[in-house]
């Protein structure tokens, strides 16, 4: 139970951001992430940058890394676990956005044989995005010690208890 509470937490974890993340946001000066405060990971957070050249957190709550205890393989391999799901990810999604096409197209020609196999392998590559999203938690777990496994899981746990959903839905005001 604790396992697939620790990975469901993980899971959050790592869709979270994918979710939330405005690309065009610019945190103000006076609101500088605490990765970058960090001495340790410093230059980790440092090549994680956008082209405008202001920090971006991606994936791993990174932040975390030094309350976590996490070493510098530690970061370096989930950095390149990161890396090589988002790649695996950028192909799948182009391969979805040409079989989209290609279903249009059918629709259009009124071939309904064809568009519902293109259907079929549209949800094939969107069930292989999930599986790398399992994937990549599961690697991520397996090079965490169980202390820093429950150290993640009280401290995003933490986290949400903190948050202040009042402002996420207008029916949540009344």
């Given at each position: 139970?604790?396992?697939?509470?620790?990975?469901?937490?993980?899971?959050?974890?790592?869709?979270?951001?994918?979710?939330?993340?405005?690309?065009?946001?610019?945190?103000s000066k006076?609101?500088?992430?605490?990765?970058?405060?960090?001495?340790?990971?410093?230059?980790?957070?440092?090549?994680?940058?956008?082209?405008?050249?202001?920090?971006?957190?991606?994936?791993?709550p990174f932040w975390m890394a030094e309350e976590?205890?996490?070493?510098?393989?530690?970061?370096?391999?989930?950095?390149?676990?990161?890396?090589?799901?988002?790649?695996?990810?950028i192909d799948v999604k182009a391969d979805i956005g040409k079989l989209e096409i290609d279903k249009k197209n059918t629709l259009e020609d009124e071939n309904y044989k064809e568009t519902r196999k293109i259907i079929d392998q549209i949800y094939l590559k969107k069930a292989t995005l999930a599986k790398e999203q399992i994937t990549l938690k599961e690697k991520i777990s397996s090079i965490l010690t169980e202390d820093q496994k429950d150290k993640l899981e009280s401290l995003l746990i933490?986290?949400?208890?903190?948050?202040?959903?009042?402002?996420?839905?207008?029916?949540?005001?009344?």
């Open positions: 139970m604790k396992k697939y509470l620790v990975l469901t937490v993980l899971l959050i974890l790592l869709a979270t951001p994918l979710l939330a993340q405005d690309a065009d946001h610019h945190p006076g609101q500088m992430p605490m990765m970058s405060q960090m001495k340790s990971q410093e230059g980790h957070f440092m090549m994680k940058q956008r082209p405008g050249g202001k920090g971006q957190q991606m994936g791993f976590l205890g996490l070493t510098e393989v530690q970061i370096d391999k989930i950095d390149e676990y990161q890396d090589d799901s988002r790649k695996a990810s933490n986290k949400i208890k903190h948050k202040d959903f009042s402002e996420k839905h207008p029916e949540w005001h009344k």
